[in-house]
Structures are given as structure tokens and as C-alpha cells.
């Protein structure tokens, strides 16, 4: 039997073959693949080409430090523009994203302006032509696809045993989490695959499943619903005060094309 690859759905056949850590490499910190006390997720296979699309998964790492530094009280701030109240301005102090080359500014669509005066891009007319950005809409954004690939990638590994026809994803995430968070007594023990990057998965009924992925500081509630019902209405007030986002498509390539819809 040929095997299928879980980001497209279709068959692998004499195309190149890869195999895709279940666990995104990023994340994970020790030597790969068996450490004492940690789990290992392995890998699946995937076309070549549907596993490079994931490009943002290089970014997940830099989602999740900026989602930290955005939750965080210090070296960012919002303004009004003084003059022209319709723009507002985001300035976040680059001392505090150390890590953060050209291209991850590139990519969240930050504008630096440490070599710019502050005469030019005070004026309104620096914003002509520029792309409005919400970091911290586009942080998550990343950050909830890449974690819900690998939840999804773990649930086919570990549970499913199959690559589903549809799905259909609520994601709500929350900031904040330490070590002091643990799920197991309500949804079973389980080992950490790297420290601060811990997984908890719990069927919800014959076939709907709860996964909570913590990568560090952020904490996802994901819910796998296969039975075709929809959720959203419930799952908000499940998780009041959240932002729920809901993904729904029929394979998870789509992540990166439909992407999210906010509930
Ligand atoms: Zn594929």
C-alpha cells in the first residue's frame, strides 16, 4: 500500500519522499531523537514539496518569543498618532527580540525605523504604500498552525492511525504557562518531548479529540472534531474569555492558505 502523505492527503508515490518531525525540530531543544525522560514524537512521511511549504515552521520559535515579549508588560507600547489619529503605531523595543534577523522582520512585517529619523517617519505620507500589520494577530496565527499541524501529526501517529479526509480545528490559546501547568491528572500522564514543550490528548467521543500542546509560555486548547458537527458556538462558551479561531479544510496544507477564521 502506498503510503499517504498527512499534509496533502494523497498517495506518495515515486515522487521524493520525507519524512516530517511530528514534533517541529524547532521546538526541541536536546539531542533528537531518544533523551531519558523525554518522549519522542518521530516522524511522518510527506512529499517533499508539501513538507517544504511549511515554511513558518522556522517561525515558530520567533512567533512564540514575540507572543511572550507582546504578553509581557515592558518595551512595547501603542500610540495614537498625534496629528493623524487614524494611524496607530506599534513600537516595539528591538533590544527585547535579540534573536530576531532581517528576515523574521520581513516576515511579521515590522518596519524598522532605528535608522530612520523621527521627522520622516512621524509624517503620515512614511505609511503611504506600507502594509498594516498586527503582530501580534500574525504571531499567533503562526504559532496556532504549526502547533495544530503537530498535534494533528501526533493524533494520526499515535491515535487515528490514518490520514483523515477533513478537518475541522477550534484552537484557543493563552499565555502565561509554566512548568506549573499539568494536565495529567485530567487528561493522563504523559512525557514532555522538551522541557517547557509538553502534549495532552483525550478523546471527547468516538470521534472528536481535545489536544493541549503548551510550547513554553503558550498554551493551546485544540479541539479535533471529525464527526462533521459544528462546534464554534459551544467551544466559546467552553473557553470564555478566549479567542477561539476555528480551521476547517480537507487537508493540512490549507492551513496556510484558508487559514484561521476568529469565532
Ligand atoms: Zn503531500
Known sequence: MAEVCYLCGRPIDSEPASGDHV????LITRDQPKAKGFDYGGKL????DCNNR???ETYVTKALDLLEFLVGADGHGEFQHRDHPHITIKA????KLPNFTQRDIEFFKFMDVREEDYDAWSKPEFFNGKQKTN???DALHVAFSVLAKSAAALLIKRDLHAVPPAWRIYAAPFSGATDAVDFGGILGDTKSFDPGVHVWRKPLSATDWLVVYRARSVLLFLVFVFSGENAGATLKQHFQGAEVHEFSGTSLNE???TGWRKL
Open 135 to 137: 503582530p501580534m494577530r
Open 255 to 257: 492551513l496556510l492558505t
Open 92 to 95: 516595539l523595543d528591538a533590544s
Open 54 to 56: 511549511f515554511g513558518p
Open 23 to 26: 514534533i517541529p525540530v524547532s
Open 45 to 48: 512521511p510527506t512529499h517533499a
